[in-house]
Protein backbone atom coordinates (compact mmCIF):
# COMPACT_ATOMS: atom_id res chain seq x y z
CA UNK A 1 0.00 0.00 0.00
CA UNK A 2 1.27 3.22 -1.07
CA UNK A 3 2.26 5.41 1.49
CA UNK A 4 0.21 8.46 3.10
CA UNK A 5 0.23 11.45 5.53
CA UNK A 6 -1.68 11.76 8.52
CA UNK A 7 -2.99 14.42 10.06
CA UNK A 8 -4.18 14.64 13.84
CA UNK A 9 -6.31 17.21 15.21
CA UNK A 10 -5.57 16.80 19.19
CA UNK A 11 -8.07 19.10 20.87
CA UNK A 12 -9.20 19.25 24.69
CA UNK A 13 -12.20 17.74 24.08
CA UNK A 14 -11.52 15.62 21.54
CA UNK A 15 -9.00 13.92 18.81
CA UNK A 16 -9.50 13.75 14.78
CA UNK A 17 -7.67 11.89 12.61
CA UNK A 18 -7.39 11.37 8.55
CA UNK A 19 -5.21 10.04 6.16
CA UNK A 20 -4.37 10.45 2.47
CA UNK A 21 -3.03 12.30 -0.03
CA UNK A 22 -2.70 15.31 -2.36
CA UNK A 23 -5.42 13.08 -4.35
CA UNK A 24 -8.06 11.70 -1.57
CA UNK A 25 -8.05 12.80 2.17
CA UNK A 26 -10.48 10.40 4.53
CA UNK A 27 -11.11 10.55 7.88
CA UNK A 28 -9.51 7.65 10.23
CA UNK A 29 -12.09 6.38 12.58
CA UNK A 30 -10.91 6.33 16.38
CA UNK A 31 -13.89 5.44 18.31
CA UNK A 32 -15.43 2.54 18.68
CA UNK A 33 -18.78 3.56 17.21
CA UNK A 34 -17.62 7.30 16.35
CA UNK A 35 -15.37 8.94 13.87
CA UNK A 36 -13.33 10.97 16.65
CA UNK A 37 -12.27 9.83 19.93
CA UNK A 38 -12.66 11.08 23.48
CA UNK A 39 -9.60 13.14 24.52
CA UNK A 40 -9.33 10.80 28.07
CA UNK A 41 -6.70 9.11 29.35
CA UNK A 42 -6.65 6.66 32.53
CA UNK A 43 -4.63 4.66 34.05
CA UNK A 44 -5.27 1.10 35.15
CA UNK A 45 -4.15 -0.58 38.49
CA UNK A 46 -1.25 -2.03 37.04
CA UNK A 47 0.16 1.43 35.67
CA UNK A 48 -0.63 0.90 32.01
CA UNK A 49 -2.31 4.06 30.14
CA UNK A 50 -5.67 3.84 28.57
CA UNK A 51 -6.74 6.29 25.94
CA UNK A 52 -10.11 7.13 24.18
CA UNK A 53 -13.21 5.13 24.44
CA UNK A 54 -11.16 2.63 26.59
CA UNK A 55 -10.39 5.49 29.20
CA UNK A 56 -13.68 7.09 29.24
CA UNK A 57 -15.41 3.51 29.78
CA UNK A 58 -13.69 4.53 33.17
CA UNK A 59 -14.97 7.46 34.26
CA UNK A 60 -17.79 6.18 36.41
CA UNK A 61 -15.82 3.33 38.01
CA UNK A 62 -12.45 4.83 38.42
CA UNK A 63 -12.70 8.80 38.19
CA UNK A 64 -9.77 9.00 40.21
CA UNK A 65 -7.77 7.54 37.68
CA UNK A 66 -9.20 9.49 34.91
CA UNK A 67 -7.89 12.84 33.26
CA UNK A 68 -9.99 15.13 30.54
CA UNK A 69 -9.24 18.21 29.40
CA UNK A 70 -5.31 17.16 29.41
CA UNK A 71 -4.43 19.77 26.57
CA UNK A 72 -4.79 22.84 29.22
CA UNK A 73 -2.52 21.51 30.94
CA UNK A 74 0.24 22.03 28.49
CA UNK A 75 3.50 23.49 29.83
CA UNK A 76 1.93 23.04 33.60
CA UNK A 77 4.89 21.86 35.66
CA UNK A 78 2.32 20.46 38.06
CA UNK A 79 1.71 16.90 37.15
CA UNK A 80 -1.87 15.60 36.56
CA UNK A 81 -2.59 13.13 39.07
CA UNK A 82 -4.19 9.50 37.75
CA UNK A 83 -4.52 7.41 41.23
CA UNK A 84 -1.46 7.32 43.44
CA UNK A 85 0.62 8.77 40.76
CA UNK A 86 1.15 11.56 38.92
CA UNK A 87 2.16 11.83 35.42
CA UNK A 88 3.65 14.99 33.55
CA UNK A 89 0.82 16.13 30.60
CA UNK A 90 3.48 16.24 27.59
CA UNK A 91 3.31 12.26 28.66
CA UNK A 92 -0.12 11.92 28.77
CA UNK A 93 -0.87 13.71 25.25
CA UNK A 94 1.97 12.01 24.18
CA UNK A 95 -0.25 8.52 24.73
CA UNK A 96 -3.03 10.09 23.23
CA UNK A 97 -0.71 10.12 20.48
CA UNK A 98 0.46 6.84 19.99
CA UNK A 99 -2.70 5.80 20.34
CA UNK A 100 -4.25 7.83 17.06
CA UNK A 101 -0.67 6.43 15.16
CA UNK A 102 -1.67 2.64 16.34
CA UNK A 103 -4.94 2.61 15.03
CA UNK A 104 -3.97 4.57 11.87
CA UNK A 105 -1.77 1.63 10.85
CA UNK A 106 -4.09 -0.47 12.26
CA UNK A 107 -6.75 0.99 9.35
CA UNK A 108 -4.28 1.55 6.45
CA UNK A 109 -1.65 -1.03 7.16
CA UNK A 110 1.47 0.44 7.39
CA UNK A 111 2.89 3.96 9.16
CA UNK A 112 2.59 7.40 7.75
CA UNK A 113 5.22 8.59 5.69
CA UNK A 114 4.49 12.25 7.18
CA UNK A 115 2.59 13.56 10.21
CA UNK A 116 1.20 16.97 10.42
CA UNK A 117 -0.32 17.99 13.78
CA UNK A 118 -2.28 20.94 14.62
CA UNK A 119 -2.18 23.60 17.42
CA UNK A 120 -4.34 26.46 17.87
CA UNK A 121 -2.74 29.86 16.04
CA UNK A 122 -3.07 31.97 19.75
CA UNK A 123 -0.20 29.79 21.23
CA UNK A 124 3.09 31.37 21.81
CA UNK A 125 6.33 30.20 21.09
CA UNK A 126 6.71 28.35 24.50
CA UNK A 127 3.45 26.05 24.07
CA UNK A 128 4.58 25.70 20.48
CA UNK A 129 7.71 24.51 21.79
CA UNK A 130 6.12 22.15 24.67
CA UNK A 131 3.60 20.37 21.71
CA UNK A 132 7.12 19.55 19.68
CA UNK A 133 7.98 17.82 22.81
CA UNK A 134 4.64 15.74 23.29
CA UNK A 135 5.42 14.90 19.34
CA UNK A 136 9.12 13.81 19.87
CA UNK A 137 7.69 11.66 23.12
CA UNK A 138 5.64 10.12 20.83
CA UNK A 139 7.93 8.84 18.46
CA UNK A 140 6.99 11.67 16.08
CA UNK A 141 9.75 14.14 16.52
CA UNK A 142 10.22 14.57 12.50
CA UNK A 143 6.32 15.70 12.75
CA UNK A 144 5.48 18.98 10.95
CA UNK A 145 2.97 21.42 13.35
CA UNK A 146 0.65 23.90 11.93
CA UNK A 147 -1.84 26.25 13.41
CA UNK A 148 -5.75 25.01 12.94
CA UNK A 149 -7.15 28.09 10.96
CA UNK A 150 -4.28 27.08 8.45
CA UNK A 151 -5.00 23.83 8.03
CA UNK A 152 -9.00 24.36 7.88
CA UNK A 153 -8.97 27.21 5.18
CA UNK A 154 -6.56 24.78 3.54
CA UNK A 155 -9.17 22.13 3.09
CA UNK A 156 -11.92 24.07 2.60
CA UNK A 157 -10.28 26.26 0.06
CA UNK A 158 -9.58 23.66 -1.73
CA UNK A 159 -13.03 21.69 -1.35
CA UNK A 160 -14.94 25.25 -2.72
CA UNK A 161 -12.44 26.05 -4.44
CA UNK A 162 -12.05 29.33 -2.70
CA UNK A 163 -9.58 31.94 -3.56
CA UNK A 164 -5.98 31.00 -1.92
CA UNK A 165 -5.05 35.02 -2.34
CA UNK A 166 -8.38 36.76 -0.61
CA UNK A 167 -8.92 37.37 3.20
CA UNK A 168 -11.17 34.60 5.09
CA UNK A 169 -11.82 34.63 8.76
CA UNK A 170 -11.70 31.14 10.72
CA UNK A 171 -14.16 30.66 13.99
CA UNK A 172 -13.16 27.19 15.44
CA UNK A 173 -15.83 27.31 18.31
CA UNK A 174 -14.93 23.53 20.04
CA UNK A 175 -15.52 21.84 22.96
CA UNK A 176 -13.97 24.00 25.62
CA UNK A 177 -12.39 27.26 23.93
CA UNK A 178 -13.19 29.52 20.73
CA UNK A 179 -10.59 31.06 18.72
CA UNK A 180 -10.88 33.64 15.51
CA UNK A 181 -7.90 33.68 13.06
CA UNK A 182 -7.71 35.24 9.25
CA UNK A 183 -5.88 33.57 6.89
CA UNK A 184 -4.44 35.18 3.51
CA UNK A 185 -2.26 33.40 1.24
CA UNK A 186 -1.87 30.41 4.10
CA UNK A 187 -0.58 32.67 6.39
CA UNK A 188 -2.42 34.18 9.21
CA UNK A 189 -2.52 38.17 9.64
CA UNK A 190 -2.91 39.89 12.39
CA UNK A 191 -3.07 38.10 16.16
CA UNK A 192 -5.05 35.32 16.32
CA UNK A 193 -8.12 36.04 19.37
CA UNK A 194 -8.65 33.12 21.72
CA UNK A 195 -11.21 32.74 24.55
CA UNK A 196 -10.06 29.42 26.50
CA UNK A 197 -13.05 29.57 28.52
CA UNK A 198 -16.16 29.48 25.81
CA UNK A 199 -17.25 26.82 23.41
CA UNK A 200 -19.40 23.81 23.64
CA UNK A 201 -18.96 22.93 26.93
CA UNK A 202 -21.20 26.06 27.52
CA UNK A 203 -23.82 24.89 25.72
CA UNK A 204 -24.07 21.58 27.34
CA UNK A 205 -24.68 23.04 30.79
CA UNK A 206 -26.81 25.43 29.22
CA UNK A 207 -28.79 22.78 28.37
CA UNK A 208 -28.80 20.92 31.42
CA UNK A 209 -29.10 23.91 33.22
CA UNK A 210 -32.85 24.00 31.35
CA UNK A 211 -33.68 20.94 32.16
CA UNK A 212 -33.04 21.27 36.01
CA UNK A 213 -35.24 24.42 35.54
CA UNK A 214 -38.24 23.02 33.70
CA UNK A 215 -37.88 19.85 36.41
CA UNK A 216 -38.05 21.55 39.78
CA UNK A 217 -34.56 21.12 40.39
CA UNK A 218 -34.32 17.97 40.48
CA UNK A 219 -30.67 17.44 39.61
CA UNK A 220 -30.82 18.84 43.65
CA UNK A 221 -31.27 15.00 44.36
CA UNK A 222 -28.61 13.81 43.29
CA UNK A 223 -26.81 12.49 46.04
CA UNK A 224 -22.31 12.41 45.59
CA UNK A 225 -21.77 9.80 48.22
CA UNK A 226 -24.29 7.64 46.54
CA UNK A 227 -22.49 4.81 44.33
CA UNK A 228 -25.79 5.03 41.96
CA UNK A 229 -25.52 9.20 41.38
CA UNK A 230 -22.17 8.67 39.24
CA UNK A 231 -23.22 6.87 36.58
CA UNK A 232 -26.61 8.66 36.47
CA UNK A 233 -24.90 12.39 36.24
CA UNK A 234 -22.77 10.17 33.39
CA UNK A 235 -25.69 9.41 31.65
CA UNK A 236 -27.21 13.20 31.90
CA UNK A 237 -24.17 14.91 30.68
CA UNK A 238 -24.03 12.49 27.37
CA UNK A 239 -28.22 13.58 27.20
CA UNK A 240 -27.50 17.06 27.24
CA UNK A 241 -25.03 16.93 24.53
CA UNK A 242 -27.23 14.73 22.24
CA UNK A 243 -30.19 16.99 22.89
CA UNK A 244 -27.75 20.02 22.33
CA UNK A 245 -27.10 18.29 18.37
CA UNK A 246 -30.40 16.93 17.68
CA UNK A 247 -32.11 21.17 18.38
CA UNK A 248 -29.48 21.64 15.27
CA UNK A 249 -32.52 20.09 13.19
CA UNK A 250 -35.02 19.42 15.46
CA UNK A 251 -37.11 22.67 16.75
CA UNK A 252 -37.59 20.73 20.21
CA UNK A 253 -36.61 17.47 21.70
CA UNK A 254 -37.13 15.31 24.95
CA UNK A 255 -34.63 14.88 27.51
CA UNK A 256 -34.51 12.49 30.15
CA UNK A 257 -33.61 12.67 33.51
CA UNK A 258 -33.25 9.42 35.09
CA UNK A 259 -32.68 10.06 39.28
CA UNK A 260 -32.49 6.91 41.71
CA UNK A 261 -36.06 5.31 41.67
CA UNK A 262 -37.70 8.19 39.37
CA UNK A 263 -37.86 8.78 35.65
CA UNK A 264 -38.77 12.75 34.02
CA UNK A 265 -38.42 13.38 30.53
CA UNK A 266 -38.32 17.22 30.04
CA UNK A 267 -39.23 18.78 26.62
CA UNK A 268 -36.68 21.29 25.53
CA UNK A 269 -37.49 23.82 22.76
CA UNK A 270 -34.95 25.70 20.32
CA UNK A 271 -36.28 28.91 21.32
CA UNK A 272 -35.50 28.48 24.92
CA UNK A 273 -31.91 27.09 23.99
CA UNK A 274 -30.84 29.41 22.00
CA UNK A 275 -32.15 32.63 23.83
CA UNK A 276 -30.29 30.70 26.96
CA UNK A 277 -27.02 30.85 24.81
CA UNK A 278 -27.17 33.94 23.14
CA UNK A 279 -24.44 35.32 25.29
CA UNK A 280 -21.78 32.74 24.01
CA UNK A 281 -22.80 33.61 20.42
CA UNK A 282 -22.47 37.27 21.27
CA UNK A 283 -18.73 36.30 22.67
CA UNK A 284 -17.84 34.08 19.89
CA UNK A 285 -18.99 37.18 17.36
CA UNK A 286 -17.09 39.38 19.28
CA UNK A 287 -13.78 37.10 18.99
CA UNK A 288 -14.16 37.44 15.18
CA UNK A 289 -14.38 41.41 14.91
CA UNK A 290 -11.36 41.38 17.03
CA UNK A 291 -9.69 38.69 15.29
CA UNK A 292 -10.62 41.40 12.09
CA UNK A 293 -9.55 44.72 13.68
CA UNK A 294 -5.76 43.04 14.40
CA UNK A 295 -5.75 41.99 10.80
CA UNK A 296 -6.97 45.77 9.73
CA UNK A 297 -9.79 44.10 8.14
CA UNK A 298 -13.56 45.01 7.58
CA UNK A 299 -16.42 42.62 7.61
CA UNK A 300 -17.26 43.40 3.94
CA UNK A 301 -13.63 42.86 2.86
CA UNK A 302 -13.53 39.07 3.40
CA UNK A 303 -14.10 36.63 1.31
CA UNK A 304 -15.53 33.66 3.39
CA UNK A 305 -15.76 33.00 6.97
CA UNK A 306 -15.16 29.13 7.78
CA UNK A 307 -17.01 27.85 10.92
CA UNK A 308 -15.00 24.57 12.11
CA UNK A 309 -15.30 22.74 15.42
CA UNK A 310 -18.20 20.64 16.87
CA UNK A 311 -20.63 23.38 17.80
CA UNK A 312 -20.47 25.24 14.56
CA UNK A 313 -23.44 23.53 13.58
CA UNK A 314 -25.40 25.36 16.24
CA UNK A 315 -27.78 27.46 14.16
CA UNK A 316 -27.97 30.71 16.62
CA UNK A 317 -23.87 30.55 16.40
CA UNK A 318 -24.70 30.70 12.15
CA UNK A 319 -26.92 33.10 12.51
CA UNK A 320 -25.07 35.15 14.64
CA UNK A 321 -22.14 35.63 12.18
CA UNK A 322 -24.02 36.13 9.23
CA UNK A 323 -25.13 39.65 10.77
CA UNK A 324 -22.01 40.37 11.45
CA UNK A 325 -20.16 39.79 7.98
CA UNK A 326 -21.46 40.39 4.80
CA UNK A 327 -19.23 37.56 3.74
CA UNK A 328 -20.77 34.14 2.13
CA UNK A 329 -20.77 31.76 5.86
CA UNK A 330 -19.10 28.32 5.32
CA UNK A 331 -20.52 25.41 7.41
CA UNK A 332 -18.93 21.97 6.36
CA UNK A 333 -21.45 18.83 7.09
CA UNK A 334 -19.04 17.55 9.62
CA UNK A 335 -17.45 20.77 11.05
CA UNK A 336 -15.12 18.66 13.24
CA UNK A 337 -13.58 17.01 11.25
CA UNK A 338 -12.13 20.05 8.57
CA UNK A 339 -8.73 20.87 10.78
CA UNK A 340 -7.84 17.07 10.35
CA UNK A 341 -8.67 16.71 6.81
CA UNK A 342 -6.61 20.03 6.26
CA UNK A 343 -3.39 18.72 7.92
CA UNK A 344 -3.05 16.03 5.40
CA UNK A 345 -4.01 18.68 2.65
CA UNK A 346 -1.12 20.84 4.19
CA UNK A 347 1.27 18.02 4.51
CA UNK A 348 1.11 16.56 1.43
CA UNK A 349 1.25 20.33 -0.62
CA UNK A 350 4.86 20.27 1.51
CA UNK A 351 5.93 17.09 0.38
CA UNK A 352 5.45 18.08 -2.73
CA UNK A 353 6.98 21.44 -3.13
CA UNK A 354 10.39 22.32 -3.58
CA UNK A 355 12.43 22.68 -0.07
CA UNK A 356 12.46 26.57 0.77
CA UNK A 357 14.70 28.60 3.11
CA UNK A 358 12.70 29.72 6.47
CA UNK A 359 10.87 32.87 6.48
CA UNK A 360 10.03 35.08 9.52
CA UNK A 361 6.92 33.83 11.46
CA UNK A 362 4.57 36.69 12.55
CA UNK A 363 2.62 35.62 16.00
CA UNK A 364 1.36 39.18 16.85
CA UNK A 365 3.64 40.05 19.65
CA UNK A 366 7.46 39.15 18.36
CA UNK A 367 8.81 37.73 15.04
CA UNK A 368 10.29 34.22 15.14
CA UNK A 369 12.69 32.43 12.39
CA UNK A 370 12.76 28.92 12.06
CA UNK A 371 15.47 27.41 13.10
CA UNK A 372 14.88 24.18 10.81
CA UNK A 373 12.78 23.71 7.88
CA UNK A 374 9.73 22.13 9.26
CA UNK A 375 8.44 20.13 6.35
CA UNK A 376 12.31 18.45 5.89
CA UNK A 377 13.95 18.54 9.47
CA UNK A 378 15.37 15.90 10.51
CA UNK A 379 16.46 16.25 14.12
CA UNK A 380 15.77 18.96 16.51
CA UNK A 381 19.06 19.90 17.33
CA UNK A 382 19.90 23.27 16.73
CA UNK A 383 23.22 23.96 15.00
CA UNK A 384 25.90 26.54 15.83
CA UNK A 385 27.85 27.78 12.86
CA UNK A 386 31.40 28.72 14.53
CA UNK A 387 33.47 31.05 11.71
CA UNK A 388 35.40 29.05 9.66
CA UNK A 389 39.44 28.85 11.10
CA UNK A 390 41.52 30.92 8.16
CA UNK A 391 44.02 28.62 6.77
CA UNK A 392 47.94 28.36 7.97
CA UNK A 393 49.73 31.28 6.01
CA UNK A 394 52.35 29.96 3.67
CA UNK A 395 55.71 31.19 4.31
CA UNK A 396 56.75 33.54 1.28
CA UNK A 397 60.23 33.18 0.10
CA UNK A 398 62.28 36.17 0.80
CA UNK A 399 64.16 37.87 3.00
CA UNK A 400 62.45 38.68 6.78
CA UNK A 401 60.74 41.82 6.83
CA UNK A 402 62.60 45.14 7.46
CA UNK A 403 65.87 43.83 4.92
CA UNK A 404 66.23 45.09 1.46
CA UNK A 405 63.93 43.21 -0.85
CA UNK A 406 61.61 42.35 2.34
CA UNK A 407 58.28 40.75 1.26
CA UNK A 408 55.30 43.55 0.86
CA UNK A 409 53.47 44.36 4.06
CA UNK A 410 50.25 42.55 5.02
CA UNK A 411 46.99 43.35 3.27
CA UNK A 412 43.67 44.17 4.97
CA UNK A 413 43.12 44.83 8.31
CA UNK A 414 43.32 41.23 10.32
CA UNK A 415 45.31 39.34 8.07
CA UNK A 416 48.52 38.94 5.54
CA UNK A 417 47.50 38.73 2.38
CA UNK A 418 47.48 35.24 0.14
CA UNK A 419 51.17 34.52 -1.37
CA UNK A 420 51.13 34.66 -4.92
CA UNK A 421 49.27 31.98 -6.83
CA UNK A 422 47.28 30.72 -3.95
CA UNK A 423 43.73 30.46 -3.60
CA UNK A 424 42.94 33.34 -1.17
CA UNK A 425 41.17 31.84 1.57
CA UNK A 426 38.15 33.43 4.23
CA UNK A 427 39.54 36.41 6.14
CA UNK A 428 39.64 35.47 10.11
CA UNK A 429 37.11 36.04 12.12
CA UNK A 430 37.55 39.12 14.54
CA UNK A 431 34.34 41.31 16.08
CA UNK A 432 34.21 44.62 15.31
CA UNK A 433 35.22 47.26 17.94
CA UNK A 434 37.52 47.69 20.85
CA UNK A 435 39.73 45.08 21.35
CA UNK A 436 38.23 43.64 24.47
CA UNK A 437 34.49 44.67 23.81
CA UNK A 438 32.85 42.34 26.11
CA UNK A 439 32.39 41.79 29.66
CA UNK A 440 35.39 39.69 31.89
CA UNK A 441 33.51 36.14 32.46
CA UNK A 442 33.04 35.29 36.26
CA UNK A 443 36.42 35.06 37.93
CA UNK A 444 38.44 35.62 34.82
CA UNK A 445 40.31 39.51 34.64
CA UNK A 446 40.17 40.76 31.09
CA UNK A 447 43.43 40.55 29.78
CA UNK A 448 45.58 43.77 30.09
CA UNK A 449 46.52 45.26 26.42
CA UNK A 450 50.26 44.92 25.78
CA UNK A 451 53.09 47.51 27.11
CA UNK A 452 54.11 49.98 24.40
CA UNK A 453 56.32 53.05 23.90
CA UNK A 454 53.45 54.88 26.08
CA UNK A 455 53.78 52.64 28.92
CA UNK A 456 57.78 52.86 28.95
CA UNK A 457 57.03 57.05 29.24
CA UNK A 458 55.29 56.65 32.32
CA UNK A 459 57.89 54.75 34.40
CA UNK A 460 60.36 56.81 33.50
CA UNK A 461 57.76 60.00 34.27
CA UNK A 462 57.09 58.47 37.65
CA UNK A 463 60.56 57.59 38.74
CA UNK A 464 61.70 61.63 37.80
CA UNK A 465 58.84 62.81 40.39
CA UNK A 466 59.74 60.08 43.07
CA UNK A 467 63.84 61.40 42.74
CA UNK A 468 62.09 65.14 43.04
CA UNK A 469 60.32 64.73 46.06
CA UNK A 470 62.97 62.53 47.93
CA UNK A 471 65.72 65.78 47.03
CA UNK A 472 63.02 68.14 48.16
CA UNK A 473 62.82 65.91 51.35
CA UNK A 474 66.23 65.97 52.24
CA UNK A 475 67.30 69.55 51.35
CA UNK A 476 64.22 70.29 53.84
CA UNK A 477 65.73 67.96 56.60
CA UNK A 478 69.39 69.82 56.41
CA UNK A 479 67.79 73.10 56.20
CA UNK A 480 65.74 72.44 59.44
CA UNK A 481 69.45 70.83 61.07
CA UNK A 482 71.42 73.40 60.01
CA UNK A 483 68.52 76.13 61.58
Keep these: MPSYVLGVDLGTTTIAAAAGDADRVDMVPLGDRAVLAPAVVARRPDGALLTGDRAARRVVTEPDRVAREVRRRLGDPTPVLLGERGEPATDLLAAMLRGVLDRAVAVRGDRPSRVVLTHPGSWGPYRRGVFEEVAAAAGL ?22 DASAPVAVLDLGGTS ?15 VADERLGGADLDEAVGALVDEASGGLLAEFDPEDPSSGPALARFRADCVAAKEALSVDDEVPVPLLLPGRHVDVTLTRAAFEARVAPVAARAVAALREALDGASLRPDELAAVLLVGGSARVPLVVSAVREAVAAPVVVEANPDHVVALGAVRVGAGAAAAPAAAPEPIEDGRTTLTPLRRDADAEDRTTAVRRPAAPPPRARVAGPPPGRPGAAPPPTGPFRPGPPPGSVPGPPAFRPPGPPYPYPPRQGVPPPSPPAGPRRSRRV ?3 VLVVLVVVVALGAGLVLLLGG
Excluded: F, K, N, W
Design 178 to 192: CEASVMRGGAVVGTP
Design 460 to 462: VLL
Design 141 to 162: ADALTVPDAQAAARHVGAARRL
